[in-house]
């Protein structure tokens, strides 16, 4: 563990004064006017150099007054003796500690040399640190952990230093007590200058005070002896604890010479707690090769955003017309106030002018085509809207064809489609009024698993605990279990299962609502749809290169319009208003989590894309359509292994980067679903609730919630047969089921979803998990099969 790299050296952070320092000018030189009025730059090789006390005071004075260096050169080369040595510190869990002194200048050093990486070892541990991305990375573990500097140079030899007792300026902010700190200790110093430009006047001062002791009476002497004792005790302990307080790295001038000029040192490492984490693969995050870098810097694109957005360059002109047009005769409600275009326009120049990854005219970027196995990344809401800014403007990254650029570019060629740019607009509309003033928001992570690792198998003695079902009220009024719909991701801890196919979208290829959930949900999750940047669309002509892969999870994902649930609008998955279409009903729960050792929030909510088995694709000429919208082909009911694999797969925290394991474990306490595996897909509505009933089970943590709507989005009114006839499964296809879609009301079995779950609950899920393995064939439903009925 990285706190415990320095033993024998308290485990706190760096004391106030310390901190204080930082804060007061990073970048700035620790620099010392001389005789030639010519700043240098302090040197720290060697103990010697680092002493403090008086003893380190007056050396340094006497060696300026002198006209000399304040210290000797080292035997290094002359690089390394004119390179400011920086305080370096690594993020631990609580907090940052820092580095021992000849770690700070091996770094330093290798900083200035413009190395990439450079290693170094700590209580028997070797770290190789990138100084490109200021990670560092145990080599023994493989643990990675951030580390950062500042321009001031670490404190004495110590890696760890003692919190202090609160001094005098402590009770300033910062900045202010850091400069009344270096005022103070500069006027300290001009009168010691003057003293010991006066040394031989004081010299023969003090002969002649000598003399004039040894004239007094002797019972005279004795008492004006102590006193000039103890008055020279009280001036040298005087200067000793005034050096000891003093903040570290606080520059020695001598007034009377020119101001320092500025520093040629590397510039800091940003500090702020808004990191980002990238994996490419599992055990494989950060390094060079994660950066692209903007076709236009996005500081001269902030400039050039519409006043009014009226237009918008990636747009054409008559897809973005209506938007604009709708929203600017109704500007849409958010939280009891209107926002306008041009308040998001101020916000996108904002954005594009405030560089949020601190990485200038570069982005880290990881591809999450495939394969697949332990990608993950961690951004603010801040620096996706970031992005979205980017590509609107039309900003690309160099060599590569980004998804997010390839679906506006896509998309608007497809006539009349314009739900991606409501989805992207209403994401940041909310967010220019969320993250009003620079805030960063929470923690968005998207991670994808590696296979599964059949390790299910192992756990069939587990007992199945009981389903909370969730029953659609007949006038719409919500549902029995108390809880929201799970399509619109109000529950907190809640997981909405997108009925995904190989990539999340489907076959509306991001670009609008359709008649099937999976490609409906991203355009109301819209952070799911800006995501859609991270694929690196190897293939413009095919869209799916340029979409996100399933199975995926995105923590902290939020619905930013209203009016969707999983029942059919007219034969549509949701529905975006002509007015007031924005979610002011976002859900403001959150959960501290820990993504590569760093805390983070993360909104209490997350996205899982996941595909079913093709039932339909397996049947093939074997059965007909009537026979899979009825749930009466064999073939339906013969893939519950690849099931069971592909459900704990992408539900099983242990299958993803280590990074985000955690994270997800936190984030997911529920999983919301509806017919999973029977949309348009056709599976068997019966079938797939055991077996996702079972591979929940099997994951020995989340509850799940399971809906049953009268008709669902997809394969309208087939999720009515989960109901039988004891729970009015032919009133439900009467009034779900859409006209001559031949979903048969006589094909009801008497047994329903409650029978079910009375039957197995409480016994080990092998039983269930035998009984669906030898279920015989249809006519008879999966339920009425299993109890003999």
């Excluded at 002649?208 to 007094?216: T, V």
């Excluded at 220019?432 to 599964?452: F, I, N």
């Excluded at 399933?550 to 994902?557: M, N, Y």
Aim: net charge negative; aromatic share 8%.
């Amino acid at each position: 563990d990285l706190e415990n790299s320095h033993p024998g050296r308290p485990n706190t952070s760096p004391s106030r004064a310390s901190v204080a320092s930082s804060a007061e000018a990073p970048g700035r030189s620790r620099n010392v006017s001389v005789g030639g009025g010519q700043p240098m730059l302090a040197k720290a090789e060697g103990p010697e150099r680092s002493t403090r006390g008086l003893w380190g005071i007056v050396q340094s004075i006497t060696h300026s007054i002198a006209g000399g260096d304040v210290a000797e050169p080292s035997q290094a080369d002359d690089l390394e003796c004119d390179v400011e040595v920086m305080l370096w510190e690594v993020e631990v869990r609580r907090g940052w500690v820092p580095l021992d002194e000849d770690t700070c200048h091996r770094l330093s050093v290798a900083q200035a040399r413009g190395k990439t990486f450079e290693e170094y070892e700590a209580a028997g541990r070797k770290y190789i640190v990138d100084l490109q991305r200021y990670v560092q990375t145990d080599q023994g573990t493989n643990k990675r952990s951030g580390i950062r500097c500042s321009a001031m140079p670490p404190e004495g030899s110590e890696g760890v230093q003692a919190e202090e007792a609160p001094q005098i300026f402590d009770c300033l902010e910062p900045e202010t007590a850091a400069r009344a700190r270096i005022v103070f200790m500069d006027i300290v110093l001009f009168v010691w200058s003057l003293l010991c430009a006066a040394w031989e006047q004081l010299w023969h001062g003090a002969g002649a005070l000598w003399a004039a002791f040894r004239s007094l009476p002797l019972d005279q002497q004795v008492p004006a002896g102590v006193s000039g004792v103890f008055t020279i005790v009280l001036l040298v302990l005087a200067l000793h604890h005034f050096a000891q307080h003093a903040p570290p790295g606080a520059p020695v001038v001598i007034p009377s010479f020119p101001s320092p000029s500025p520093s040629s040192a590397p510039p800091p490492v940003p500090t702020t707690a808004w990191k980002w984490r990238m994996c490419q693969a599992q055990g494989d995050c950060g390094g060079p090769d994660l950066f692209k870098r903007w076709d236009v810097s996005p500081r001269d694109l902030a400039s050039k955003v519409p006043a009014d957005l009226s237009s918008m360059p990636s747009a054409p002109t008559a897809s973005w017309g209506v938007l604009a047009t709708r929203w600017q005769q109704s500007p849409p409600m958010f939280r009891g106030a209107a926002i306008s275009l041009s308040a998001v326009a101020t916000f996108m120049r904002e954005l594009l002018a405030s560089d949020p990854f601190e990485t200038g005219d570069q982005v880290p970027f990881v591809d999450f085509r495939p394969p697949l196995d332990g990608k993950a990344l961690a951004i603010t809401q801040r620096q996706l809207a970031y992005i979205v800014a980017n590509a609107f403007m039309g900003n690309k990254l160099g060599g590569t064809n980004n998804g997010l650029s390839s679906a506006l570019q896509r998309c608007g060629h497809m006539a009349g489609k314009t739900g991606y740019l409501f989805s992207l607009m209403s994401f940041m509309a909310i967010m220019s009024r969320e993250l009003d003033g620079g805030q960063h928001g929470t923690m968005l992570v998207a991670a994808t698993p590696s296979a599964d690792d059949g390790s299910w198998k192992q756990r069939l003695s587990m007992v199945l605990p009981e389903p909370n079902l969730c029953r659609r009220a007949a006038d719409g009024s919500g549902f029995d279990c108390g809880l929201a719909d799970f399509m619109s991701g109000g529950t907190p801890n809640q997981a909405l299962v997108d009925i995904a196919g190989g990539v999340v979208g489907g076959g509306a290829q991001l670009c609008d609502v359709a008649a099937s959930q999976d490609e409906s949900l991203v355009q109301f999750y819209s952070e799911v749809l800006a995501l859609a940047f991270f694929t690196a669309a190897g293939n413009p002509a095919d869209a799916a290169s340029g979409m996100l892969p399933s199975p995926i999870v995105v923590l902290g994902a939020r619905r930013y319009m209203r009016d969707l649930t999983g029942e059919s609008m007219a034969g549509s998955c949701g529905k975006i208003q002509e007015s007031n279409w924005l979610n002011e009903d976002l859900p403001s729960a959150t959960v501290n989590v820990v993504v590569a050792d760093s805390a983070e929030t993360v909104a209490a909510s997350a996205f899982v894309g996941v595909a079913s088995i093709c039932s339909q694709c397996r049947a093939g000429e074997s059965c007909t359509h009537s026979d899979v919208i009825n749930n009466a082909c064999d073939a339906q009911r013969r893939h519950l292994d690849e099931d069971l694999g592909v459900w704990h797969q992408v539900f099983q925290p242990a299958l993803y980067n280590m990074a985000v394991q955690e994270a997800i474990r936190v984030v997911i306490r529920r999983i919301g679903t509806g017919p999973w595996g029977a949309g348009v897909w056709y599976g068997d509505s019966q079938q797939y609730f055991l077996a996702v009933w079972l591979a929940t089970s099997l994951l020995g943590g989340p509850t799940l919630d399971y809906y049953v709507y009268d008709g669902f989005c997809e394969n309208q009114g087939n999720q009515c047969f989960v109901l039988g006839e004891a729970e009015d499964c032919s009133g439900c296809i009467s009034r779900g089921a859409l006209p001559g879609s031949g979903v048969l009301a006589s094909k009801c079995g008497p047994r329903g979803l409650h029978d079910v779950v009375a039957q197995f609950r409480g016994r080990p899920a092998r039983d269930l998990y035998k009984a669906l393995g030898e279920v015989p064939p249809p006519p008879g439903q999966v339920f009425d099969l299993l109890q003999g009925a």
